[in-house]
Protein backbone atom coordinates (compact mmCIF):
# COMPACT_ATOMS: atom_id res chain seq x y z
CA UNK A 1 0.00 0.00 0.00
CA UNK A 2 1.51 3.29 -0.98
CA UNK A 3 1.66 5.62 2.06
CA UNK A 4 3.38 8.76 2.67
CA UNK A 5 4.30 10.24 6.72
CA UNK A 6 5.04 13.59 7.48
CA UNK A 7 6.90 14.77 10.21
CA UNK A 8 8.92 17.72 11.52
CA UNK A 9 5.79 20.41 12.39
CA UNK A 10 5.97 22.29 15.37
CA UNK A 11 5.51 25.79 16.94
CA UNK A 12 7.89 28.16 16.41
CA UNK A 13 8.74 32.18 16.67
CA UNK A 14 8.57 34.26 13.51
CA UNK A 15 11.81 34.00 11.73
CA UNK A 16 12.85 30.50 13.04
CA UNK A 17 12.79 27.45 10.88
CA UNK A 18 11.85 24.20 10.66
CA UNK A 19 12.51 21.07 8.57
CA UNK A 20 9.51 18.62 7.70
CA UNK A 21 10.30 15.19 6.21
CA UNK A 22 8.06 12.73 4.08
CA UNK A 23 8.74 9.12 4.53
CA UNK A 24 7.50 7.51 1.44
CA UNK A 25 6.49 3.79 1.14
CA UNK A 26 6.13 3.73 -3.11
CA UNK A 27 7.87 0.75 -4.68
CA UNK A 28 9.20 2.91 -7.63
CA UNK A 29 9.73 6.38 -6.03
CA UNK A 30 11.97 7.62 -8.40
CA UNK A 31 8.96 7.95 -11.10
CA UNK A 32 7.18 10.33 -9.43
CA UNK A 33 7.08 13.43 -8.85
CA UNK A 34 6.70 15.20 -5.50
CA UNK A 35 4.94 18.26 -3.57
CA UNK A 36 4.39 20.00 -0.57
CA UNK A 37 0.77 21.69 -0.09
CA UNK A 38 -0.79 23.46 2.72
CA UNK A 39 -3.52 24.13 3.96
CA UNK A 40 -4.53 27.69 6.58
CA UNK A 41 -7.69 27.35 8.73
CA UNK A 42 -10.68 28.09 6.75
CA UNK A 43 -9.07 28.57 3.53
CA UNK A 44 -8.27 26.18 0.37
CA UNK A 45 -5.19 24.03 -0.12
CA UNK A 46 -2.26 26.18 -1.77
CA UNK A 47 0.39 24.71 -3.59
CA UNK A 48 3.83 25.46 -1.43
CA UNK A 49 6.55 23.44 -3.71
CA UNK A 50 7.20 20.37 -5.99
CA UNK A 51 10.08 18.81 -7.00
CA UNK A 52 10.68 16.05 -10.40
CA UNK A 53 10.81 12.46 -10.70
CA UNK A 54 14.78 12.93 -10.36
CA UNK A 55 15.30 15.46 -7.95
CA UNK A 56 16.73 17.95 -10.51
CA UNK A 57 13.73 20.78 -10.94
CA UNK A 58 12.24 22.20 -8.21
CA UNK A 59 9.64 24.92 -8.29
CA UNK A 60 7.85 27.17 -5.20
CA UNK A 61 4.93 29.27 -4.85
CA UNK A 62 6.14 32.61 -4.76
CA UNK A 63 5.00 33.29 -1.23
CA UNK A 64 8.14 31.24 -0.29
CA UNK A 65 10.52 31.65 -3.05
CA UNK A 66 13.86 32.18 -1.28
CA UNK A 67 12.93 31.02 2.04
CA UNK A 68 12.24 27.37 1.49
CA UNK A 69 13.89 24.85 0.26
CA UNK A 70 12.75 21.27 -1.32
CA UNK A 71 14.92 17.88 -1.65
CA UNK A 72 14.21 14.76 -2.22
CA UNK A 73 16.50 11.08 -1.66
CA UNK A 74 15.00 8.44 -4.12
CA UNK A 75 17.81 6.01 -2.37
CA UNK A 76 16.48 6.77 1.36
CA UNK A 77 12.75 6.89 0.19
CA UNK A 78 12.42 10.91 1.49
CA UNK A 79 11.80 14.00 0.61
CA UNK A 80 12.03 17.59 2.82
CA UNK A 81 11.43 20.66 2.97
CA UNK A 82 13.62 23.87 4.58
CA UNK A 83 11.69 26.20 5.93
CA UNK A 84 13.87 29.17 7.01
CA UNK A 85 12.45 32.89 7.87
CA UNK A 86 8.94 32.03 8.57
CA UNK A 87 5.96 34.33 8.97
CA UNK A 88 2.70 34.01 11.00
CA UNK A 89 0.94 33.12 7.32
CA UNK A 90 3.03 30.02 6.91
CA UNK A 91 0.88 29.11 9.86
CA UNK A 92 -0.67 25.40 8.09
CA UNK A 93 -1.28 22.03 7.81
CA UNK A 94 1.69 20.91 5.41
CA UNK A 95 0.95 18.03 3.00
CA UNK A 96 3.50 15.56 1.29
CA UNK A 97 2.28 14.45 -1.90
CA UNK A 98 3.41 12.42 -4.64
CA UNK A 99 2.49 12.05 -8.77
CA UNK A 100 2.87 8.83 -10.54
CA UNK A 101 4.47 10.74 -13.24
CA UNK A 102 8.34 12.15 -13.50
CA UNK A 103 7.56 15.55 -14.55
CA UNK A 104 6.59 18.34 -11.77
CA UNK A 105 3.43 19.96 -11.20
CA UNK A 106 1.87 22.50 -8.93
CA UNK A 107 -1.70 20.98 -9.34
CA UNK A 108 -2.94 18.97 -6.55
CA UNK A 109 -5.37 17.05 -9.27
CA UNK A 110 -2.12 15.05 -10.39
CA UNK A 111 -0.84 14.07 -6.77
CA UNK A 112 -2.92 10.70 -6.33
CA UNK A 113 -0.85 9.92 -3.24
CA UNK A 114 -1.16 12.54 -0.27
CA UNK A 115 0.15 11.81 3.83
CA UNK A 116 -2.06 12.81 6.69
CA UNK A 117 -0.26 16.45 6.81
CA UNK A 118 1.63 17.99 9.79
CA UNK A 119 0.67 21.10 11.42
CA UNK A 120 3.06 23.96 11.31
CA UNK A 121 2.48 27.43 13.70
CA UNK A 122 4.57 29.89 13.52
CA UNK A 123 3.81 33.11 16.13
CA UNK A 124 4.21 36.58 15.99
Known amino acids: QEQLVESGGGLVQAGGSLRLSCAAS????????MAWFRQASGRDREFVSA????????NYADSVKGRFSMSRSNAKKTASLQMDSLKPEDTAVYYC?????????????????WGQGTQVTVSS
Open 97 to 113: AAASQVYISNNSRDFDV
Open 26 to 33: IHSLGSYA
Open 51 to 58: ISAGGRIT
